[in-house]
């Protein structure tokens, strides 16, 4: 099958072609899945699991990539809940090789049915984005209907789905960003929007939770609007400071299929839409990765079908 593959830690982008590979085994409880379309993150050969597997044994080259849409060509041993040639889309094991490539092996429960009145390229912008805001809001912060929320970079890929998901729970959305943001970030859903090189943080007033993508001094002096019993929430790193009356969390997004599924009816049915920047084909995501600047949205690469 084509790939994208990087050879090794040190050498990094400039690592990073296209090349054929075996095609994947399908282990206990895998799916093999033929990608049509794939996501990925910058910085993820930064992660130690793009280079190690589980037990941290070396597996370079590594195929990137982590985001899926596509069609169940092969099922593994004991695998249940799915059939070939089924509509899918998911998020693969941080430790695995990826999806950027024709085919690709992930666990069952990482992936979930997909509405054949999605597109795949939609699809595959969703899991990272989805998953982090649903998870970040009902999970670690427990959102209620009548609270208030402050989300960071309201406009971005994260931000946007955080944005949508909370109005349509019922919390007053404050977005921030930058003066180009805000028609995005009010489109979106925001109630209001704080221009964040304009305006201080302070201009919020009292939150009850707060969902950062920035960290570092922005975190910080987010933790202070943050009402007793509130919450933030990051996914940047570990925070520097914590609300006086509340809790800080930092997480890292998990594969869940009954949540992404979730995420997919709100997409079909027009309640929740994902910013797309460039759609490029396999053999241009080496480039696509590189690009020091990015256009607004995600970046999707389209493998297939």
Known sequence: MQAVVVEDQEAGVAGMRLAERPAPHAAENDVIVRVHASGF????????????????????????????????????????????????????DWTRDGTLAELVAVEARNLAPLPADVDHVVAASLPVSGLTAWQGLFVHARLQAGQSVLVHGAAG??????????????????????????????????????????????????????????????????????????????????????????????????PDREQLAGLARRVREGRLRTVIGTVVPLAEAPAAFAAPRRAPGKTIVRVGG
């Open 41 to 92: 993150t910058p910085g993820e050969l930064t992660w130690p699991g793009t280079w190690t597997d589980r037990a941290g044994r070396d597996r370079t080259p590594s195929i990137p990539g982590h985001e899926l849409s596509g069609v169940v060509e092969e099922l593994g041993y004991g695998t249940t809940g799915l059939t070939v040639g089924q509509r899918v889309l998911g998020l693969a």
């Open 157 to 254: 890929g994260v931000g946007s789905v955080v944005t949508q998901l909370a109005r349509e729970a019922g919390a007053h959305v404050v977005g921030t960003g930058r003066a180009r943001d805000r028609e995005a970030a009010l489109g979106l859903g925001a109630h209001e929007f704080l221009d964040l090189e304009r305006e201080g943080l302070a201009a919020a007033g009292g939150v009850d939770l707060v969902f950062d993508v920035i960290g570092g001094d922005v975190a910080i002096r987010s933790a202070a609007l943050v009402r007793g019993g509130g919450t933030l929430v990051t996914i940047a790193g570990p925070p520097g400071a914590r609300p006086a009356d509340g809790r800080a969390v930092f997480f890292v997004v998990e």
